[in-house]
Structures are given as structure tokens and as C-alpha cells.
């Protein structure tokens, strides 16, 4: 039984790992038909991925109500919210306009998730603004030089700012393009390493905790 | 105007209020517009997953095409699903070593080829160009990215970063002056983030604020000065209501 339940589940990563390793170095039709159709296979499973999150958060919900927890009325709320639009998506067949025309999944999304969306980010302005504003004292000269460069990135990205300081524009551009690239790709090689290691680490089964606890 | 427009921007514009009044205080108006923006988010996520997953990559290609291998990944979906089976849950791992098996195969050679061969490339790249009629040229151009003087600042950029976040050797003497050019670049790139950040989330407010504006117009009721109002007087009504057993403020 460990065999089913350990052994084959390595033996799987193992296989698959090393064949689509290799199919990189495969140019033939096959090899790329392969991984066209491993793609769709990995969004196929994708979806019932999302069905053990969706079912944890109806589950956490309907205890609240069930108990009557304090706030509860808002998990019927989020309740009602959800299964109302999941009910007015599959009457409109998922479409949000058919020939040009707004279905009522589309006038959810548009006058209900885009506000509400945008406005949860924006008032995320306030916030970092206040958070800046607390923690961004140039305590120090590391401090000091993150605090210039948000300032001329901010500047540089408006025209206001760009009329009080002429050279802002460009500055924040050669910020941007060149000082924040060189940084990007320095975190890129060293995540892109670290990926590869641990890749390398779950194919050969030295890394085994995607498998979970419980028994053996 | 149509009717559904005219509600549309009654609804929008009550929800995008709700959720300004957080920046008043947290209160139960900005409560039921966050529940609901999870809720709607999910339903929305759940009926598109549905739409593309089940409908278009499962059921048309199986009905329409013939194509039953498709059942493959349908039975290794399902095996994820014996989570809730407590006593096959084991059964889930073969989803699970599937899924992260081909990641981890993708992943090697495609990583090592975009995001570290082709990075060091573009990191490594000559100083002097050959301009037409100039010959070989050494560009001071700090506004093109590819200039020769730019070229140097990235290289100096990359290898410091990279050698600060190298701990198997001490930092000290000369790799102490490495490691914190390191730091500097670090803090320039983290600033940029920032003021662009701040930039991104100012123009997604603007954008909330221009459709409060569209909306005080008479053709749509004026509906956000009616809320506005409404949304207010609400906020004083609550907060003048103490909860029981809460004890009076202090003088």
C-alpha cells in the first residue's frame, strides 16, 4: 500500500518531469503536439483545482451562518452575491454581451465588479500615501535614495510634475529603464536559479511536500 | 437612456461610496460592499472557469470533435477531489505529482534559456557599437536604453545585486563596496516600484472620481449626490448609535 500511496505518486513527477524536460530539445511535431495538449490538459485540471478552494469558502461561510457568528449577515451577503451571479452567468451562458448587446452577467461585471474593483485599489492611494508618509523619513542614506527615486518616478509620470521639474520625465525614464531593469534582472536570474534547483530537487523526489502529510 | 444604464449607475455609484466611507472609518456600509465584491468576484471567476474549462476545453471538443482523450484530464481533476474522501484522500497525491512533475519539466529548460541565458546576454553585451559612417563608437546616451555608458550601469547593476544577495562569501573589503552598490541599486528599483505603484493606483482613482462626476449629471437621476448625502447621513445616524453595553466616551 505505501508503494501505491508514496512510491507511484514520485514515480509519476520523475517520469513526467524528465519527458517534458526533453521535449524541449525534441523539434518534431509530435514533441510539439505533446505539449499543446498537456497545456489544455493542465487547464482542465486547473478547474477542479478551483472547485477545492471555491468549496473551502462556501464551507467557512455557511458555518458563520449556521451559527449565527458575529457578522454573519454580511457571509449571506457574500453568499447571495455569489450564487446570484452565478446563477445570471450560466442563464447568459457566461457571455457578458451577445451581438453588442449587454447581458445581465455583463451588466453585472460592469456596473458591480469594475467599481468595485477599481475602487478597492484606489483607495489603496490613500493608504500607501499614508504608509510613505510614516516610514519614508530619510532616516538613513539607503532611505534617503529610495525616498528621491519615488519622488522622481511620481514626478516624472505626470505633467504637473514634469512642468515643475523640466528634467523629471526623463529622469524617471532612465530610472525605470535602466537603473530598475539592471535590479529586475538581477532578482530574475537569482529566482530563475532557484526555480531551476527546485525543480530539479521535486523531479528526483528530494523535494515531497506538495504530497501532503497524513499517512504514508 | 436606457433603464438598466440608468440603475447601473445608481448601483455603481452606491457601491464606489460605500467604499470611500473607509476612509472615514471601517463601517458596516464599506462591509457589505467588500462581502459583496468577494462574492461577485468569486460567481464571476466560478461562471467563466465554467464557461472555458467544462463548456469549450471539455464538453465541445469530447461532443462536437471525438476527442475522448480529454478524459484523461478530467479523471485527474476528479482524483483531486478525493480530498474529501478521507480515506482515498491519498488518491489526490496522483493528481497532485502529475500537475507539479510536467511544471517542474516545463519549467527547467525554458527557464534557464528566457530568464537566465537570454538575461545574461542582454546584461553582457558590447561597448562599442558600429554607427554608419562613424565606426566603432562608444554611445554616452543615458536616454537609450542601449547605450554603451548604459550598458556599463546595468553590468554594474546585475553583478552588484546579484553578489549581494551571494551570502557563501563574506562581505568585507572590496565585496563590502560591491554589496552595497548593491543595496543602493536595490533601493532605487524599489523607490521606481513604488512611485509607480502610487501612480497606477491614482489614475484607477481618478477613474473612479471621473464616473462620480458623469454621474451627477441629471440623465442618470444624479445619483451621486443623492448617495452621497445618503451615504453621510447614514455615518452619522451609526455613529451617534452607541452599542449596547459600550461604555460613554470620555470628556
Do not use: C
Not at chain 1, 157 to 162: D, K, N, Q, S, T
Not at chain 2, 23 to 50: H, M, Q, R, W
Amino acid at each position: 500500500m505505501i508503494f501505491l500511496r508514496r512510491q507511484v505518486p514520485l514515480l509519476i513527477t520523475l517520469i513526467t518531469g524528465l519527458v517534458f524536460a526533453a521535449q524541449y530539445y525534441v523539434p518534431h511535431p509530435a514533441s510539439e503536439q505533446m505539449l499543446t495538449s498537456v497545456t489544455k490538459w493542465l487547464q482542465i485540471i486547473g478547474g477542479f483545482a478551483l472547485v477545492l478552494g471555491v468549496s473551502s469558502l462556501f464551507h467557512v461561510h455557511a458555518m458563520k451562518i449556521r451559527r449565527k457568528e458575529a457578522g454573519w449577515g454580511y457571509s449571506f451577503v457574500l453568499y447571495v452575491s455569489m450564487l446570484g451571479t452565478i446563477a445570471v452567468g450560466l442563464w447568459s451562458n457566461g457571455k457578458e454581451a451577445i451581438d453588442g448587446t449587454m447581458t445581465a452577467f455583463g451588466w453585472i461585471y460592469n456596473f458591480m465588479m469594475v467599481p468595485l474593483q477599481g475602487t478597492m485599489f484606489a483607495i489603496l492611494a490613500f493608504f500607501i500615501a499614508s504608509a510613505a508618509y510614516r516610514s519614508f523619513r530619510a532616516r538613513s542614506r539607503e532611505a534617503a535614495v529610495l525616498l528621491i527615486a519615488a519622488v522622481i518616478v511620481m514626478m516624472g509620470r505626470v505633467p504637473l510634475g514634469e512642468y515643475l521639474i523640466p528634467l523629471s520625465g526623463d529622469l524617471s525614464q532612465w530610472i525605470l529603464n535602466v537603473l530598475n531593469a539592471s535590479v529586475r534582472r538581477a532578482i530574475l536570474i537569482g529566482v530563475s536559479l532557484g526555480t531551476v534547483a527546485l525543480s530539479i530537487k521535486i523531479i528526483f523526489g528530494m523535494e515531497r511536500s506538495y504530497l501532503g502529510g497524513g499517512k504514508e | 437612456m436606457p433603464v438598466e444604464t440608468i440603475i447601473g449607475a445608481w448601483v455603481a455609484t452606491g457601491l464606489t461610496l460605500f467604499i470611500f466611507s473607509f476612509l472615514y472609518k471601517d463601517n458596516p456600509l464599506f462591509k457589505l460592499a467588500e462581502n459583496l465584491y468577494v462574492g461577485v468576484s468569486v460567481g464571476y471567476t466560478i461562471v467563466k472557469t465554467y464557461d472555458t474549462v467544462i463548456v469549450h476545453l471539455i464538453w465541445k471538443p469530447i461532443v462536437e470533435n471525438g476527442e475522448w482523450a480529454l478524459l484523461i484530464p478530467v479523471a485527474i481533476g476528479t482524483l483531486m477531489l478525493t480530498r474529501y474522501v478521507p480515506k482515498a484522500a491519498w488518491l489526490s497525491r496522483y493528481a497532485f505529482a502529475f500537475i507539479v512533475g510536467v511544471g517542474s519539466g516545463l519549467a527547467i529548460p525554458r527557464v534557464i534559456s528566457s530568464y537566465i541565458l537570454k538575461q545574461i546576454e542582454d546584461t553582457v553585451r558590447p561597448l562599442m557599437v558600429m554607427v554608419p559612417g562613424e565606426g566603432l563608437t562608444f554611445t554616452m546616451n543615458l536616454l537609450n536604453p542601449a547605450s554603451s555608458l548604459n550598458t556599463i550601469i546595468i553590468l554594474i547593476g546585475v553583478s552588484s545585486v546579484l553578489f549581494y544577495f551571494f551570502f557563501s562569501v563574506e562581505h568585507t573589503g572590496p565585496g563590502k563596496a560591491v554589496a552595497r552598490t548593491g543595496i543602493l541599486f536595490l533601493m532605487i528599483a524599489f523607490g521606481a516600484a513604488f512611485g509607480y505603484t502610487v501612480m497606477a493606483r491614482m489614475s484607477l482613482l481618478i477613474g473612479r472620481l471621473t464616473d462620480l462626476i458623469e454621474f451627477t449629471d441629471p440623465s442618470y437621476g444624479r445619483p451621486s449626490l443623492w448617495l452621497l448625502g445618503l451615504t453621510i447621513l447614514t455615518l452619522v445616524v451609526m455613529g451617534r448609535r452607541r452599542p449596547q453595553g459600550e461604555p460613554p466616551e470620555p470628556h
